[in-house]
């Protein structure tokens, strides 16, 4: 595996995966949860990310998302080899590169929702009023200016979930990586948030993978990959 | 700054822990204080003594008592500048609890000896020309509302049953901050005078030394030690400081008792405060595994958990500094026994960096297992 980071400019990809494997020690077992898995998507692509559990989808997203490191192989995004970064520029390039939508939503309860979407401004050079026209912007794209002073406990599922999508495109991220986002929500609550991200798809472009174990969800994507036993297929698992 | 809100949230998830806590570290913190104030009050002596003076006393005991005689002999030393003598009065005004010191003295060489205590001109005058004249310092004046002209009347078991009347000529201030402004002194002629047969005319209670040069104080004092030897009255030379710290000793080291029970304070306070914060961040484990997802560095979760401690510590540690000063800023709460009573600037400033180290030192185990989180693994466990 090359250490150093391989730009490529002239590829159409967003996100590039390469030969990926990923395995996890359990106790003095190896477990093989991700085997030999090349992917490719396109700017602007809606992915839905299909499988049952213990396939290996979140797995896959958190390499994507650069919160963990293939065992072998490689993770280009945005022209950018990230597996091979230090856990600082991990960090920033996260920050720069990518919003987190995560199916129990994942707010901080003791800050407002203005608050919690503020959190990726902060780590911007952005000065507060700055921060604050930002904020605005996003609560208003998810439909809750009106909720900007409510603290996570008097929302509901469905509007908070919408803050955690606030949340992640505020910064307006390269890639919106969603594990679930459904997956704690009826389907009235489910139907608004798959809207909404489908409107952020098709009206603002903001490419989109979604991990989901919901037939109607993955059908609001404009492509559905399936994982099963740590390999990828066009084709449901039978 | 801009982190603020987050850390302040935080501590405010579990209010009843944080105030807790908070009241934990206040209360340390008053202790702090107040063991400060009361250490400066029994040792403070010996901080303010002068390098140039040495104290002579009897061989045997501080209360024995010395001739009147010894103090030509001891202008006659060499390097010897100049020799007073105090003896102690030990009276009581009105009742016994109204305490205070009051020590016979010659007025001109003992305010020679002494330019800490500071008295104006004209009531320097008036108790040169007084021989019932007596002069006493602000807080006692204050303490009795006596002013300029008042005749003050005191009782002392040790010197007879007699009330002595002291005509209050002036009332000295105290050149530095730690001056003791309590005693009260009168003219040694009028107390010779005055005490009763069989008890102890011609006698005094201790001589205080001005050497010329400070550096050959160890000399001068053997030399006056020499000087008694294998006479009736022998005596014991010691510098200012030391004759200070001897006097404090009578109660132990005081300096030791307070560094062992603060020392205790301070070790269950980090105790306390080292679970809060462990507990705070075991409990968010899974928020600091988003808040590292989004793009906070290792770095800034650790000082994010560190800002926290420090807040608490720093909170806690304030109000219980601020609320020593409140309880100290009026001086000696005993009416007279702990005269140099007074919470120092240095001790302030003491308190200020414990509560840095002990926010420091609470929040580093738990900042440390948060910076060192796998976000993954962090995140499972939401």
């Known amino acids: 595996m090359s250490t150093t980071n391989e730009t490529q400019p002239q590829d159409s990809a967003l996100v590039r995966i390469e030969g990926v494997e990923k395995t996890f020690r359990r106790a003095s077992e190896d477990v093989h949860v991700l085997a030999r898995l090349d992917l490719v998507v396109p700017p602007g692509e809606f992915l839905a990310l299909m499988g049952p559990s213990g396939s290996g989808k979140s797995t896959l997203l958190n390499l994507i998302g650069g919160l963990d490191r293939p065992t072998q192989g490689s993770v280009t995004v945005a022209g950018e080899r990230i597996d091979t970064l230090s856990d600082r520029r991990l960090a920033d390039w996260r920050a720069r590169h990518i919003g987190f939508v995560f199916q129990l939503y994942n707010l901080m309860p003791v800050l407002t929702a203005e608050r919690n979407v503020e959190l990726p401004l902060l780590l911007t050079h952005l000065g507060k009023a700055e921060r604050q026209k930002h904020v605005a912007t996003a609560l208003a794209m998810v439909g809750l200016s009106h909720r900007a002073k409510h603290y996570p406990r008097t929302l509901s599922g469905g509007e908070q979930q919408r803050v955690g999508i606030a949340r992640g495109i505020v910064t307006d991220p390269t890639l919106l990586l969603c594990d679930e986002p459904t997956g704690d929500l009826d389907r009235k609550a489910g139907d608004e948030i798959l809207n909404l991200l489908q409107a952020l798809n098709r009206e603002h472009g903001k490419t989109i993978i979604m991990v989901t174990h919901d037939p109607h969800a993955s059908a609001r994507a404009s492509r559905t990959v399936y994982l099963n036993k740590g390999r990828l297929s066009n084709e449901p698992v039978s | ?382």
């Not at chain 2, 010996?46 to 005689?69: C, F, M, N, Y």
Request: hydrophobic share 45%; proline share 5%.
């Open chain 2, 1 to 382: 700054m801009k982190y603020a809100h987050l850390v302040w949230g935080n501590l405010k998830r579990k209010k009843l822990r944080t105030l807790l806590t908070l009241l934990s570290i206040l209360v340390a913190f008053v202790l702090f204080g107040l063991l400060c104030s009361i250490r400066q009050a029994l040792v403070g002596g010996v901080e303010l003594a002068g390098a140039d003076r040495l104290v002579v006393r009897h061989k045997v005991s501080i209360i024995q008592l010395l001739p009147e005689s010894y103090q030509a002999r001891m202008e006659r030393i060499p390097g010897v500048d100049l020799v007073v003598h105090q003896t102690w009065f030990g009276g009581v005004y009105q009742d016994p609890k109204n305490f205070f010191m009051q020590n016979p003295v010659q007025p001109e060489p003992f305010l020679a000896m002494h330019p800490e205590i500071v008295l104006p001109p004209a009531q320097r005058d008036a108790w040169l020309k007084t021989r019932t004249g007596a002069i006493v310092g602000r807080t006692t004046a204050e303490r009795f509302q006596w002013k300029v002209g008042d005749r003050i009347p005191i009782r002392s078991p040790i010197w007879g049953q007699r009330t002595w009347e002291f005509d209050l000529v002036g009332i000295y201030e105290g050149r530095d901050k730690g001056t003791d402004t309590t005693p009260m002194f009168f003219r040694y002629d009028y107390f010779d005078e005055m005490r009763e047969e069989g008890r102890g005319r011609g006698l005094v209670g201790w001589y205080t030394i001005r050497v010329k040069d400070p550096s050959r104080a160890a000399e001068i004092a053997r030399l006056v030690d020499q000087e008694f030897e294998n006479s009736p009255a022998e005596t014991k030379t010691e510098p200012e400081g030391a004759f200070a710290q001897a006097w404090a000793r009578q109660i132990g080291n005081i300096t030791l008792i307070v560094a062992g029970i603060l020392g205790a304070v301070f070790f269950t306070i980090l105790l306390v405060t080292g679970s809060t914060m462990s507990q705070a961040v075991r409990e968010r484990i899974g928020e600091l595994g988003v808040l590292k997802a989004i793009g906070f560095t290792p770095a800034q979760v650790l000082g994010l958990v560190l800002a926290e401690s420090c807040t608490l510590a720093g909170l806690g540690g304030g109000l219980g500094l601020a609320l020593a000063w409140l309880l100290t800023v009026n001086g000696d709460p005993t009416g007279g026994l702990l005269p140099l009573f007074n919470f120092r600037t240095a001790d302030l400033l003491l308190g200020v960096g414990l509560c840095v180290v002990l926010g420091v030192v609470t929040g580093l185990l738990p900042a440390l297992q948060a910076m060192r989180l796998r976000v993954a693994d962090a995140l499972r466990r939401l």
